[in-house]
């Protein structure tokens, strides 16, 4: 949430600035700017809006080869100009980016208000900038320390002074914030994408840390400002490109690589037949006094959490259950060292995932992270970690991480029910087919722009679905809700009829999730009870399945014969294609949904 870039080196920054800006996007799109730093002083450019009205604002003639940036996710004040970063001090001494939320700030700015500082915008960050000024005494990496130790939140924050062209000091606590080193000269940022291609090291800060970044090096602090040294990780060549390609959109490029993510990510734990995770190794002993697992996420990886609940029931006889991650926090949950609570999300720094992970640690339960963003804060705090092999995920809308997190979860209840032999698995050797699976259903292509031009114009649509297609109905209402702006919402079939079934009347559209034979006839007896009173009923099944659905509006069949259990991995793709096209058809912005962002680092 706010993505943050900086610049020094022996060339122009702005280029670097914008083109890391433009990268960082998904993280917040509501307005941005950046701050560029000479012997001449500092100049600030910002602007309400995507990253490409702050380009068309930065004119030509600046040459500062160090500078920082900024693009904006609105958490204190709206998106405006004047709340776009960076901000400058009273007297323009220092110039601060920030990524966070500072919980003190009213405190701080009613402080320094009796010091006779004002201030212009409504944001937290501001009263970093002016304590920092307040602060100064001459040395800005001590009055950084001071400054860092009297906020309260998270934050990531570039701060660069007057007095210092060539210097970028950071400081970090709970949001991410990365030093980089490549041929051209330093770089800050959220995200090692921002810089991709440019670097050759990195190093990730770890709370508390302090950096001050020039254009030949990186040194770095701890929190009462001793000099550290930190291990440098190296940018691996196979780093996914995070182009579009020939695609219009991310996402939709995002939906066709999910084939070759799934095989990714199998091949990687996959072993001679047996699931072998590297970094998830616990003893015999220790998974056979497992007595509960508890699958704790946000958005769609929470979904992909409820869809594994059920497999791991089943697979393993574990009492398993699935949490939205802030609703975990404050739920009083009885956890105890023989629980195993298993933090799953994309980014790897999401906010309440991220505390909700903390707590379980200091409940003393066993924590195991299923992550795509390597090296991220809830990769590194868990005890255990399973990545995802994704590779990099830009739509703010996730498909294919969505898709290898059930995959992950799926081996790892495989695992579990293999070595503490609760219920020996028949499916497993079938896994492999998922790839495959994926592949078949990318040409459902054309189906699923027939169903978008039927939805296009709906203004409600209800998703329904039980068991395993209720989980992936969660996904698909929540998939369309986010990027075409219909509001949608996704029912168990079986609970439809006690309240929600009053709002159907003549062409309300239903999306009827029943891929799943065992309980098809359930889920066909509520879409009769809807189709009694007027809905217009689109199937998601099978071509097996089909031939019970003629009073159905609309079908779209996976031609695909597989168990029940992986039915989800054949019934995500269609569901995504629909919405990507019925968005599409809306004119709505896909990649940049209003309002969201992809990694939310504020609870
Ligand atoms: C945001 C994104 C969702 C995502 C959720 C959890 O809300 O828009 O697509 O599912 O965060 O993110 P995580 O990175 O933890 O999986």
Known sequence: MCGIIGYTGKNNAVPYLLQGLHKLEYRGYDSAGIALIDESGISVIKRKGKVSVLEEAVTEGFSATTGIGHTRWATHGEPSQLNAHPHLSENGMFAVVHNGIIENCDKIKSDLRKDGYSFLSDTDTEVISQLLEKNYKGDPLACLKETAASLEGSFAVAVIHRDFPGTILCAKKSSPLIVARGEEGFFVFSDTLAAQNRISSYYLLSDGELALVTKD??????????????????????????????FPHYMLKEIYEQPKALKDTLSAYIKDGDVIFPNFNPTEKELKAIDRIHLVACGSAYHAALCAKYIFTQLSSLDTSAHIASEFRYEKTVLSKNSLVVIISQSGETADSLAALLLAKAEGAKTLAI???????????????????????????????????????????????????????????????????????????????????????????????????????????????????????????????????????????????????????????????????????????????????????????????????????????????????????????????RNLAKSVTVE
């Open 371 to 593: 992550v795509n963003v390597k090296n991220s804060a809830i990769a590194l705090k868990a005890d255990y970690v399973i990545y995802t092999q994704a590779g990099a995920e830009i739509s703010v809308a996730t498909t294919k991480a969505y898709i290898c997190q059930l995959a992950v979860l799926y081996m790892l209840a495989y695992f579990i029910s293999d070595k503490t032999e609760y219920i020996h698995s028949r499916f497993f050797p079938d896994i492999l087919s998922l790839p495959r699976l994926a592949e078949k259903e990318l040409s459902q292509n054309e189906n699923a722009l027939s169903a978008a031009e039927l939805l296009k114009n709906s203004e409600h649509i209800y998703f329904i679905g039980r068991n395993t297609d209720y989980a992936l109905s969660m996904e698909g209402a929540l998939k369309m809700k986010e990027i075409s702006y219909i509001h949608c919402e996704a029912y168990p079939a079986g609970e439809l009829k006690h309240g929600t079934i009053s709002l159907i009347e003549k062409g309300t559209p239903v999306i009827a999730v029943c891929l799943r034979e065992d309980i098809f006839k359930k889920t066909l007896s509520a879409i009769k009870e809807v189709k009694a009173r007027g809905a217009y009923v689109i199937a998601i099944t099978t071509d097996k399945l089909k031939s019970n659905l003629t009073d159905c509006d609309f079908v779209i069949a996976s031609g695909s014969e597989q168990s029940d259990i992986f039915t989800p991995f054949v019934g995500a793709v269609p569901l995504q294609l629909m919405s990507y096209y019925t968005a599409l058809k809306r004119g709505c912005d896909i990649d940049k949904p």
């Open 217 to 246: 090096k990186a040194d770095f602090f701890s929190e009462d400002g001793k000099p550290i040294s930190k291990v440098p990780h190296y940018i691996s060549s196979s780093t996914a490109s995070s182009d579009k390609g020939d």
